[in-house]
C-alpha cells in the first residue's frame, strides 16, 4: 500500500444500517464514503437513501464505520433530493451526492479535497476506493485506472470500474494527490463518477450555508496536521512529494498555509464575489481584455486560489512565475475586500501578516500593489487604491434571451453573462425550448445561477431580457429567484424588487444600428427624458371637429409623429405592446430610432390612463437621463408590490402595478440577428 492509498484508507468509511452490528456481514450494507472534515461525511445521494424515509427526515439513521470507531449520521444535505422519500427513484440523476453529520467522529483522519475544476484536457491516472463485499465480507478495495472528463457534471473512469459497494467511495487524483470526485457506478465498459465540485449544488439547497463550516473545519484540519510534529504522514507532505521540482506557482506548503488562513475570514457571498478578485488578477498579470473562455463557479476563496496557483499565459511563455504573482495579488485583494466590507479584525490581520512574509518573491510591481492594497484596506490608511482595482460595481449582468419559436409554440433561451457590457458567457440553454407558460419556472434555475455569478457583495447583477416583441408583455420584472412567496430572504423579492430588470428587442438586431437609434440614444444619455404617448388618438373623417370622430392613429401616423419628438422623448402607454394596437404602436417607435419605453404589462383594461400618462411624465423628468430611470423604477416595483400597505398609500402606487422598461442601447450584444426577422411596420407577427 502506498503512502497516499495509506492516507485514503484512514478516511475512508463504510454505510450501513446503524443496526448491522458493524461485522460487514448484514445485507444492510449501504456503500463507501468518506470525512471531509472532522464529523463530516461525503458519500452518493443514492447510497444513503437506502435507509428509506428517516433518513430525508434527517434523523441520526445513518450507521458509519471507519478506522477506529463506529457512530450514527445524519443527512444534512443531498441533491437530488426525492420527492417522495417512501419510494426513492431507480436512477439517480447527477450530482448524486449527499453530506452526512457525524458529531461523534472528530478526531478522524480526513482526504484532501481538490480546489479547482477536474478540466481534463487528457486522460489523467486516478485511483478508486471503497468498501465492498465482493468477496462475501466487507472490505477495502482499490484499484487504478484513467479520468476522461465528460462535462462539469461527471466523469468516464476507464481502465478499471467501481466494483459493487463501492459507490460514494473516492476518485483520487494520482499526480496531484487531491480527491476529484466520488465514485457513482459503472457500465458495460466505462465507469462513473461524481466530480468533488458538485458540492457547489449543496451550497444552493437550503441550509447549504452549513457548507462553510465545513470547508473551515477542512482546511484547519488540514493545515493542523501540517504543523504537527508528529512525524505522521498527511496530505500536504505527500502532495509535496508528488509535485515535479521545476513545477512553478505555489506549492502545497505554501497554499495550506493560505487557506488556513482564508478560512478564517467571512465566506464570500457567491461565486461572483470570488471571481471578480480572480478576473481583476488575471487582467492584471496577463493583459487588460483578459476574458476566461470558461465560467467558473467557486464558492470559497481557497477556490479562487485553485483557478490562479499555476496560471500560465496562453500566448507566450511566462517569464515571470504568473501563478506565485496572482496568488500573491489575489490574496491582498481578498483582504481589502474583507476588510471593505465587514472592518478589520484577527483573521484579516493573520492573512496580511502572512502575505507580507510570503510576497517578498513576488515581482517588485506586484509587490508594489499589495502594498498598497494592504494598506489602503486598514482602517487609518492614507494610502491610494492601486490603478488594478475597478470601480465597485457588479462582477457582470444576466442576459436572458428568447427566440421566436422555430416550430410550434416552443420558445428557445439562453441565460448568459454580460461582461463590461460587451463580452458575453454563455452559461444555460435550450434550443428546444418550452412553451410559453413554462419560461418561469424553466428559467427559476438558470437565472438564479446567473445572479449568484454576476453579483459581487452588495453590488448587483442587473437583467437584461432580450425578447421578440410578441413577449414584451411577460412579466419578468416579477419573477422570483425562489419559489417561496414569503419574505423570508433576497431571493423571495421578485426580481425587479432588487435589482434592474430591463426588456430590450430582438427584432432590431437583425441589421447594423439605424442612425435614429444612435441618435437617440445619445439624446436619452445626455439630454432631458419627457414623456409622448406611443400610440395616439386623433381626428377621423367628417366636414368639421365637431363632426369628426375619433379614433386611433395607424401605425404609420404613429412613426411620423414618434420620428419628429424631440431628443430625450420617451414612449409611454397604458396597455400591453405584445399584441394588437400596442404591437403595431411599439413597432413604430422602434423603427423610429426610440431606446427606452414605459407600458404596462398586466392582463386587464385599464381605467386609470390619465394617471398612469401623469405619473409616468413626472418619472421621467425626475430621472433626467436614461440611468435615472433604473433607481426610481425599482422602487415603484416594491411600493406597488407591497399588499400589506395601507390601502390608501398602496393606490397611491397602483399605476406602477406591471410597469414594464424597454431600455436598449444600441451597443450592447447580442449583435447576433434572430432567427426570424422582426415584422413589417403595421404587421401583426404571425
Known amino acids: 500500500m502506498s503512502a497516499l492509498d495509506a492516507l485514503v484508507r484512514s478516511a475512508l468509511v463504510r454505510i450501513s444500517d446503524p443496526a448491522d452490528g458493524y461485522d460487514g456481514r448484514s445485507e444492510r450494507y449501504w456503500g463507501s464514503g468518506f470525512f471531509i472534515a472532522p464529523g463530516w461525511v461525503l458519500t452518493c445521494a443514492h447510497v444513503v437513501a437506502k435507509g428509506g424515509s428517516a433518513v430525508w427526515r434527517h434523523e441520526r439513521a445513518v450507521g458509519v464505520t471507519w478506522q477506529g470507531g463506529t457512530a450514527a449520521g445524519q443527512v444534512v444535505l443531498a441533491e437530488p433530493h426525492p420527492e417522495r422519500p417512501e419510494q426513492p427513484p431507480d436512477h439517480w440523476d447527477f450530482p448524486d451526492i449527499a453530506l452526512v453529520r457525524v458529531p461523534d467522529a472528530r478526531d478522524v483522519s480526513c482526504v484532501r479535497l481538490s480546489e479547482r475544476p477536474p478540466v481534463v484536457t487528457q486522460p489523467i491516472p486516478v485511483s478508486l476506493h471503497g468498501w465492498s463485499r465482493q468477496t462475501g465480507r466487507a472490505g477495502v478495495r482499490q484499484a487504478v485506472g484513467e479520468a476522461h472528463a465528460v462535462d462539469g457534471q461527471a466523469l468516464l473512469l476507464r481502465w478499471t470500474l467501481p466494483v459493487e459497494g463501492c459507490s460514494g467511495g473516492p476518485v483520487v487524483d494520482l499526480g496531484r494527490g487531491a480527491v476529484i470526485g466520488l465514485n457513482k457506478g459503472r457500465g458495460r465498459d466505462e465507469g462513473a463518477a461524481v466530480p468533488i465540485t458538485a458540492l457547489r449544488r449543496l451550497y444552493d439547497t437550503p441550509g447549504g450555508e452549513i457548507l462553510h463550516e465545513v470547508m473551515r473545519d477542512h482546511d484547519r484540519h488540514h493545515l493542523g496536521r501540517y504543523r504537527s510534529l508528529s512525524g505522521d504522514p498527511d496530505w500536504t507532505r505527500e502532495q509535496i512529494r508528488l509535485r515535479p521540482p521545476t513545477t512553478q506557482g505555489v506549492g502545497p506548503g505554501r497554499r495550506i498555509h493560505l487557506y488556513g488562513r482564508l478560512a478564517e475570514l467571512p465566506p464570500p457571498a457567491g461565486p461572483g464575489e470570488v471571481m471578480n478578485l480572480v478576473d481583476d488578477v488575471k487582467r492584471r498579470v496577463l493583459h487588460d481584455d483578459f476574458r476566461s473562455v470558461l465560467e467558473a463557479d467557486p464558492r470559497t476563496w481557497r477556490e479562487g486560489v485553485g483557478l490562479l496557483h499555476e496560471l500560465r499565459d496562453p500566448v507566450q511563455e511566462a517569464i515571470q512565475d504568473l501563478g506565485l504573482n496572482a496568488v500573491f495579488l489575489y490574496a491582498a485583494l481578498v483582504a481589502r475586500h474583507v476588510v471593505d466590507l465587514h472592518g478589520d479584525g484577527p483573521a484579516v490581520e493573520s492573512l496580511v501578516r502572512w502575505i507580507t512574509d510570503e510576497a517578498v518573491e513576488a515581482h517588485p510591481a506586484i509587490q508594489q500593489e499589495i502594498a498598497q492594497l494592504l494598506a489602503s484596506g486598514r482602517p487609518d490608511a492614507t494610502a491610494p487604491a492601486p490603478a488594478t482595482v475597478r470601480e465597485p460595481g457588479a462582477r457582470a449582468d444576466v442576459l436572458v434571451e428568447i ?51 454576476g453579483d459581487s457583495g452588495e453590488h448587483l447583477a442587473a437583467v437584461e431580457a432580450v425578447l421578440p416583441r410578441e413577449l414584451f408583455d411577460l412579466p419578468i420584472d416579477s419573477w422570483r429567484p425562489s419559489s417561496d412567496d414569503e419574505l423570508v430572504d433576497e431571493f423571495s423579492l421578485t426580481l425587479g424588487q432588487r435589482r434592474i430588470v430591463v426588456i430590450r428587442d430582438a427584432g432590431r438586431r437583425a441589421r447594423p444600428p439605424s442612425h435614429e437609434w444612435l441618435k437617440r440614444w445619445r439624446a436619452a444619455e445626455h439630454e432631458p427624458l419627457r414623456a409622448v404617448p406611443l400610440r395616439a388618438e386623433v381626428l377621423g373623417a367628417g366636414r368639421s371637429p365637431h363632426t369628426a370622430h375619433i379614433r386611433r392613429e395607424t401605425p404609420r401616423e404613429a412613426y411620423a409623429r414618434l420620428s419628429d419628438a424631440e431628443g430625450g422623448a420617451v414612449p409611454v402607454y397604458c396597455g400591453r405592446v405584445g399584441s394588437g394596437d400596442g404591437l403595431k404602436a411599439m413597432a413604430a417607435a422602434l423603427a423610429a430610432g426610440h431606446p427606452l419605453a414605459l407600458w404596462r404589462t398586466g392582463p386587464h383594461d385599464h381605467t386609470d390612463c390619465a394617471e398612469f400618462h401623469e405619473q409616468a411624465g413626472r418619472l421621467l423628468l425626475e430621472a433626467g437621463k436614461a440611468e435615472g430611470l433604473h433607481r426610481p423604477v425599482r422602487t415603484l416595483r416594491i411600493r406597488a408590490g407591497d399588499e400589506e400597505a395601507d390601502p390608501r398609500e398602496r393606490s397611491a402606487y397602483a399605476w406602477a402595478e406591471n410597469l414594464a422598461v424597454l431600455f436598449d442601447p444600441p451597443d450592447r450584444p447580442p449583435h447576433d440577428p434572430p432567427l426570424h426577422g422582426p415584422p413589417m411596420l403595421g404587421e401583426d407577427p404571425a
Do not use: M
Not at 416550430?407 to 457590457?421: A, N
Open 403 to 453: 427566440d421566436t419559436p422555430h416550430y410550434g409554440t416552443r420558445f428557445p433561451w439562453r441565460v448568459k453573462l454580460l461582461f463590461d457590457g460587451r463580452t458575453v458567457s454563455p452559461l444555460h440553454g435550450d434550443d428546444r425550448g418550452v412553451e410559453r407558460e413554462r419560461l418561469p419556472e424553466t428559467l427559476r434555475g438558470p437565472l438564479t445561477d446567473a445572479l449568484r455569478r
